[in-house]
T-cell receptor, first 117, second 110 residues
């Protein structure tokens, strides 16, 4: 199957700083990438949908100025958590859908655990 | 409103016993339903989807539009089936975004 890689796998940052998380599709071109957030023992909550070359579409209640998403190429999307605070600590997961082929399946990254201290 | 409900947080069974993980959904239209599985320390991966009507690792799921359900079943559970299972829904014209249920942890005891 297709591979989606996130980097870093975990990160600890100080309150007030910004953190960038990368999501790459390694062996396919992704038309669309999705960013999710998962709290412990809870479900995945969709944050935003990112289409290559256009602005991300954010779900209701997600601050677009807080969670900056860039999808500059067909294989890379980034999520930047700006001015991070402890309440932003969470597990962030991306998924990607192929541009062509591979059906409609979304492939998931391994996730990034963010801890803000 | 779009919603996926998995009523059981934890389901514990013995090896060889039948398993049914419940999933109900709410969607105005014709959704596409999926089951995803997450084994310990691994990423989320697709288990099966309703349109393919296939059996993966002995699991099956039938979409019941009347009851708006998509329960996951396996006649004989194995220890290696222990994992988190997520039911998810995607609307036909929503570009593939998924709405997830809360997840059910399946624990299969020897």
């Amino acid at each position: 199957g297709a591979v989606v890689s996130q980097h870093p796998s975990w990160v600890i940052c100080k309150s007030g700083t910004s953190v960038k998380i990368e999501c790459r599709s390694l062996d396919f071109q992704a038309t669309t990438m999705f960013w999710y957030r998962q709290f412990p023992k809870q479900s995945l909550m969709l944050m935003a949908t990112s289409n290559e070359g256009s602005k991300a579409t954010y779900e209701q209640g997600v601050e677009k100025d807080k969670f900056l998403i860039n999808h500059a190429s067909l294989t890379l999307s980034t999520l930047t958590v700006t001015s991070a605070h402890p309440e932003d600590s969470s597990f962030y997961i991306c998924s990607a859908r192929a541009r062509q082929g591979l059906g409609t399946e979304a492939f998931f990254g391994q996730g990034t655990r963010l801890t803000v201290v | 409103a779009q919603r996926v409900t998995q009523p059981e947080k934890l389901l514990s069974v013995f090896k060889g016993a039948p398993v049914e993980l419940k999933c109900n959904y709410s969607y105005s239209g014709s959704p596409e339903l999926f089951w995803y599985v997450q084994y310990s320390r691994q990423r989320l991966q697709l288990l099966l989807r309703h349109i393919s009507r296939e059996s993966i690792k002995g699991f099956t799921a039938d979409l019941n539009k009347g009851e708006t359900s998509f329960h996951l079943k396996k006649p004989f559970a194995q220890e290696e089936d222990s994992a988190m299972y997520y039911c998810a829904l995607s609307g036909r014209n929503q570009g593939g975004k998924l709405i997830f249920g809360q997840g059910t942890e399946l624990s299969v005891k020897p």
